[in-house]
């Protein structure tokens, strides 16, 4: 019996040096903020537009929007930061009164998404596996039966999340859900109606 407890005392006496395993303590290290991007819920005066996360996950971004302007990527280099906007973002009037400017709003925000991630996003390590392309993406018709997008680039040759970036992006700005199906078509052929999964 006497054994047990001094076993146990010396144990009792061996854990406070067991507990710290040589690892001695530090000073807070400053970092900075960390960057921060917008997320859904989307209210009127933004668009949603959908990069891929650090692991390659889809991930909804929200953008502020005046609806008057279409982004246009330009050859600049993106992530500088001049402004309020990414400097790889140019500006181009749309004309509201327009028999189409549903479609043109459409265009907007795709245009938005072939611009890429910048600035704060870029930080956040968000990024896009869409092709560069100085030419827009066209909505060549967008009703209840779904959305069809007419592309400059080679469809077949397009990665799934490329796909989904699209897709998702389109749904979203065409509907407050996201449940029209979009069909994606370019000179090499069109891929099957495809519904927003993220």
Request: charged share 20%; net charge negative.
């Amino acid at each position: 019996m006497r054994r047990r407890a001094g076993l146990a005392a010396l144990l009792a006496a061996a854990l406070p040096l067991l507990g710290g395993c040589g690892i001695q303590g530090s000073d807070v290290v400053e970092a900075g903020e960390a960057p921060t991007v917008n997320v859904q819920p989307v209210p009127e005066g933004r668009m949603l537009l959908y990069f891929l996360g650090p692991d390659g996950e889809l991930m909804p971004v929200a953008r502020d929007v005046g609806l008057s302007f279409v982004p246009v990527p330009e050859t600049t280099h993106p992530g500088s930061e001049q402004g309020s906007e990414p400097d790889h973002i140019a500006r181009r009037e749309i004309d509201l009164s327009h028999p189409n400017v549903r479609g043109l709003a459409t265009v907007k925000v795709l245009s938005a998404l072939l611009a890429g991630p910048g600035g704060a996003e870029l930080q956040a390590g968000l990024t896009t596996e869409l092709p560069a392309s100085r030419e827009p993406i066209r909505v060549e018709s967008e009703d209840a039966g779904g959305i069809r997008l007419q592309t400059p680039y080679l469809v077949q040759e397009l990665s799934e999340r490329a796909v989904a970036q699209l897709v998702c992006t389109a749904a979203f700005a065409v509907d407050r859900a996201g449940a029209r199906e979009v069909t994606v078509a370019g000179p090499d052929g069109t891929l099957p109606p495809t519904a927003c999964e993220p």
